[in-house]
């Protein structure tokens, strides 16, 4: 491949289907995490812009938008996913630069996955029927949807454009209409979407994009704003409880997908060849930045020593480095804070006795950008923080099990519950084991496989809700019970 020139673009907020500045001119920087070099100039919105955009969302929930009959919706959505296809390479490099993930990886999941998230909802809301109860001779009783209203979209960093389109197909195919607000660190995906979005006919006023930061930014001032009616977050669990306060007073629908710290399994009549291709990717694709990555590695004792060989030899051989490289495997760290907050669990491990078998440190030669090799650790103690708390970086803990029972307990031993991953040839054992390990998303003998059919989501902190087919829809639509007498 040949190394693809890139233009960043400056970002400004999209509002009621015109791109604005704040009122008060403000910007902040955004920064590439590859070359700790300045991208752009971003605008910084507050209070006052998420007021017009609130504005201007009302009134098309009401209006442009509340007109287009299902068969519109729909091909509306179908003609985003196409436009999407359409640049892809471009929001691929613009992604990569954002990010700081390789090009690759962006222009073969993010980006098509984006259009497929519209491709999808394009259809599924064209499938759907309702519920209706006959009740003998006296009533037909049936449920009657209708949008949620204004919905709230709350975006992290990490997959922008992915998770994004993931919330915002859904909820435009049931006829909302939406506020977002994309990451500070990664605002250009979203904002080229909207050049999309109009251009695919959306009315005025249906989607807006508000820039910014958190509590006391544009972020806070979506979650308490008494005229958005829903509020769809991804992001940390203590952003999840902020967020949570501040729509208390009006009462706000909640779906959160927050944190995991997601329990990899291998029992030893695993095939290990297929365990270390998946627990590569499951270790450290997007370098180690995605919710779902199996970050608490367990492994029953007779495989372990042979895990640990090839596992150890196979990331060695991960090149970190250029997102735009074609060899690259793992690219930079978000952003400063980040590799700092990372950087300090390597600290921690340290000091809690782990033995590092490979990484730990910035790779050499690249003296610029937040990079960290691919790092493994034995011998960490469980109430070690870097095994249970959520590193989101290219870390992972490899930890021996001698019993089933052992390895269920301490795979649920975590205030996290987003997915799990379960290695074995033994099918009784791989339902057992699933039924009892307390995540919402479990994976057995592969990793990541996704059907946008099936409910997405954790439980106990990493989430409230589920997402997927029936389970977006439901949330944003509101059912009305009508029972007719007969
Ligand atoms: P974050 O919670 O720091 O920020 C997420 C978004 O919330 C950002 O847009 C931020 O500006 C905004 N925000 C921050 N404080 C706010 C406040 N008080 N009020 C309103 N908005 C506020 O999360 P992050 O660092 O961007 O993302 C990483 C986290 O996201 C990790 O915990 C990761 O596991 C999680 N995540 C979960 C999923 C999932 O599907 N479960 C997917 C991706 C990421």
Redesign the pocket.
């Known amino acids: 491949m040949v190394q693809i020139k890139t233009k960043a673009i400056d970002c400004q907020h999209f509002i009621n289907g015109q791109f604005v500045s704040s009122h008060n001119n403000k910007t902040f920087n955004n920064i590439n995490p590859a070359t700790e070099e300045e991208l752009g100039v971003v605008a910084e919105g507050g209070k006052q812009e998420v007021d017009y955009a609130v504005a201007a969302a009302k009134r098309a929930l009401d209006g442009a938008w509340s007109t287009k009959t299902l068969q519109e919706r729909s091909q509306i959505l179908r003609k985003i996913g196409d436009l999407i296809l359409e640049r892809q390479e471009e929001l691929a490099r613009l992604e990569s630069l954002d990010t700081g993930k390789p090009f690759s990886l962006a222009n073969s999941i993010d980006i098509p996955r984006a259009a497929y998230n519209f491709h999808f909802f394009a259809d599924y809301i064209t499938s759907i029927g309702t519920e209706a109860y006959q009740q003998d001779d006296q009533a037909l009783h049936y449920a009657y949807r209708r949008p949620v209203g204004v919905v709230g979209i709350?975006?992290?960093?990490?997959?922008p454009l992915l998770?994004l389109t993931w919330k915002l197909a859904p909820c435009l195919g049931m006829g909302n209409t939406a506020v977002i607000?994309?990451?500070?660190?990664t605002p250009m995906t979203a904002t080229v979407l909207m050049e999309i979005i109009k251009e695919a006919g959306v009315p005025d006023g249906v989607v807006n994009l508000v820039h910014?930061?958190?509590?006391d930014?544009a972020?806070?001032a979506?979650?308490e704003h008494p005229n958005i009616d829903a509020i769809s977050?991804?992001?940390?669990?203590?952003?999840?409880t902020?967020?949570m306060k501040?729509a208390s007073d009006s009462l706000k629908k909640l779906s959160y997908?927050?944190?995991?710290k997601n329990p990899n399994i291998i029992f030893a009549d695993a095939d290990m060849d297929e365990v270390i291709d998946t627990t590569i990717r499951s270790s450290f694709i997007n370098q180690g930045e995605?919710?779902?990555c199996g970050s608490r590695i367990y492994v029953e004792r007779p495989a372990y020593d042979e895990f640990l060989e090839k596992f150890v030899a196979r990331t060695k051989e991960l090149i970190v480095g250029d997102p735009f490289k074609d060899e690259t495997n793992v690219g930079a760290l978000i952003s400063k804070e980040?590799y700092d907050r990372v950087n300090s669990y390597i600290d921690i491990a340290r000091e809690d006795g782990g033995t590092f078998l490979t990484g730990g440190k910035r790779p050499e030669g690249l003296e610029k950008g937040y990079y960290l090799e691919p790092t493994i650790i034995t011998g960490l103690d469980r109430n070690s923080r870097c095994v249970s708390e959520?590193i989101?970086g290219p870390v992972v803990t490899v930890v021996p099990f001698d019993m089933e029972e052992e390895v269920i307990m301490q795979a649920n031993d975590t205030h996290y519950g987003?997915s799990a991953t379960i290695w074995t040839n033994d099918l009784k054992r791989g339902h057992r084991v699933a039924h009892q390990i307390e995540a919402g998303i479990i994976w057995v003998n592969t990793w990541f496989l996704r059907d946008l059919r099936t409910p997405?989501?954790?439980m106990k902190h990493?989430?409230i809700g589920r997402t997927g087919g029936m389970h977006s829809l439901d949330f944003y639509t509101e059912l009305s019970n009508i029972t007719i007498k007969l």
């Open positions: 709350i975006k992290p960093w990490n997959l998770l607000k994309p990451a500070e660190w910014g930061f958190g509590s930014s972020g806070g979506i979650a977050f991804i992001g940390e669990p203590g952003t999840g902020s967020i501040a997908e927050l944190g995991g995605v919710c779902l980040h959520e989101f987003l997405f989501g954790g990493s989430g």
